[in-house]
């Protein structure tokens, strides 16, 4: 079992910066892949950034590339998503999400044939124009 809780969301003006992070609690979650997804009002969900904890390796939608960096920290179990230069349409309810044995990418881009086992309680990122 993992427990993800979140913090860091917020409201920022467009251009400007936050972190997420995301804790994880659990037996060994280093075989997880732990991701950021988003939920906009009337939207359906996207995964927006994931990362292994077994080997590092990341994905970011496109959407964010450039702009959105997942890191972990093994230590501190650890996720954060740096997030800069925001825009409005970056407005949603971010969550963090957890699954073993999967890659980074299927968990963030497949999400409908690799769904998440484990969900943080979501945080609120509001972007201003």
């Known amino acids: 079992q993992l427990q993800l809780v979140e913090s860091g969301g917020g409201l920022v003006q467009s251009g400007g910066s936050l972190r997420l992070s995301c804790v994880v609690f659990g037996s060994s979650p280093d075989h997880a892949v732990i991701g950021w997804f988003r939920q906009a009002p009337g939207k359906g969900r996207e995964g927006v950034s994931c990362i292994s904890s077994r080997d590092g390796s990341t994905y970011a939608a496109d959407s964010v590339k450039g702009r959105f960096t997942i890191s972990r920290d093994n230590v501190k179990n650890t996720v954060y998503l740096q997030m800069n230069n925001l825009k409005p349409e970056d407005t949603a309810v971010y969550y963090c999400?957890?699954?073993?044995?999967?890659?980074?990418?299927?968990?963030?881009?497949?999400?409908?044939?690799?769904?998440?086992?484990?969900w943080g309680q979501g945080t609120q990122v509001t972007v201003s124009s």
């Open positions: 999400a957890a699954r073993r044995f999967v890659s980074a990418e299927a968990m963030c881009a497949m999400a409908g044939t690799y769904e998440p086992d484990y």
